[in-house]
C-alpha cells in the first residue's frame, strides 16, 4: 500500500541552525501539507503546498519556515534558524484531492530536537 | 471557544464493549470530518471520514455526524486492546486545505 515516507526520523540541532525535513509523498497526491505536534499538544497545521506554491499557511509558518518541491518526489521543510520551540514531531502529510473529499496521508514523522 | 473539541478522557473500557468517543465543532462552515488514531510516539492514522449527516459504517467503527448540533461522534464495537491509542477529530471546510484537529480522545481498552 503506498505510504508517505519522511526523513530523517530524529534530528537533533543548535538552537541557530537550519534543519531541512524531507518528505516523499505517495505518488499520484497532488496536494501536500506540513503539520507538527509539540509533545502533549494537539496536530498544528502548518502549510499546504499544490502545483509549486503555498496555497494556504498558518500563523506559525512565518519567515523562519519554507517548503520546496525539488524534483518530481520529495517536499521539504526548512526551518532557517531554529528555536527552542522548534522542538516537535513533524508530520508531512499528502492528498489525492482538496476540499470536501480530500483525505490525508500522514507519514511516520520526524521527531525536532532543538538544544 | 476551541474550534474542534474532544473530551480527553481517559476513556477505559473492557475488550468486547463498545467505545464512544464525541467531538464537536465551532465552525458551521466545516465541511469534511475526519477520525485518526495515534498510538503513542507515532503519526495519526486515518480511520474514517464522513461528510453527510447520519452513520458510516466501516468494520468495528461507526462514525456519526450531525451538522445541526455540530458533532461528530465515533463508536468502536467489539473494543480490542490494539484499540488503545488517542483518537483524533479532524475537520476541515470547504476551500480550505487544512485540517484542523482537537485534542484527543485517549482510549485504553482493559484485557
Known amino acids: 500500500e503506498p505510504e508517505v515516507t519522511q526523513t530523517p526520523s530524529h534530528q537533533v540541532t543548535q538552537m541557530g541552525q537550519e534543519v531541512i525535513l524531507r518528505c516523499v509523498p505517495i505518488s499520484n497526491h497532488l496536494y501536500f501539507y506540513w503539520y507538527r505536534q509539540i509533545l502533549g499538544q494537539k496536530v498544528e497545521f502548518l502549510v499546504s503546498?499544490?502545483?509549486?506554491?503555498?496555497?494556504?499557511k498558518s500563523e506559525i509558518f512565518d519567515d523562519q519556515f519554507s517548503v520546496e518541491r525539488p524534483d518530481g518526489s520529495n517536499f521539504t521543510l526548512k526551518i532557517r534558524s531554529t528555536k527552542l520551540e522548534d522542538s516537535a514531531m513533524y508530520f508531512c502529510?499528502?492528498?489525492?484531492?482538496?476540499?470536501?473529499?480530500?483525505?490525508?496521508?500522514f507519514g511516520p514523522g520526524t521527531r525536532l530536537t532543538v538544544l | 471557544q476551541k474550534e474542534v473539541e474532544q473530551n480527553s478522557g481517559p476513556l477505559s473500557v473492557p475488550e468486547g464493549a463498545i467505545a464512544s468517543l464525541n467531538c464537536t465543532y465551532s465552525?458551521?462552515?466545516?465541511?469534511?470530518f475526519f477520525w485518526y488514531r495515534q498510538y503513542s510516539g507515532k503519526s495519526p492514522e486515518l480511520i474514517m471520514s464522513?461528510?453527510?449527516?447520519g452513520d458510516k459504517e466501516d468494520g468495528r467503527f461507526t462514525a456519526q455526524l450531525n451538522k445541526a448540533s455540530q458533532y461528530v461522534s465515533l463508536l468502536i464495537r467489539d473494543s480490542q486492546p490494539s484499540d488503545s491509542a488517542t483518537y483524533l477529530c479532524a475537520v476541515n471546510r470547504d476551500n480550505d486545505y487544512k485540517l484542523s484537529f482537537g485534542a484527543g480522545t485517549t482510549v485504553t481498552v482493559r484485557a
Open positions: 503546498f499544490y502545483n509549486n506554491e503555498i496555497s494556504e
Open positions: 465552525d458551521r462552515g466545516s465541511q469534511s
Open positions: 464522513i461528510y453527510s449527516n
Open positions: 502529510a499528502s492528498s489525492e484531492l482538496a476540499g470536501i473529499t480530500s483525505e490525508q496521508f
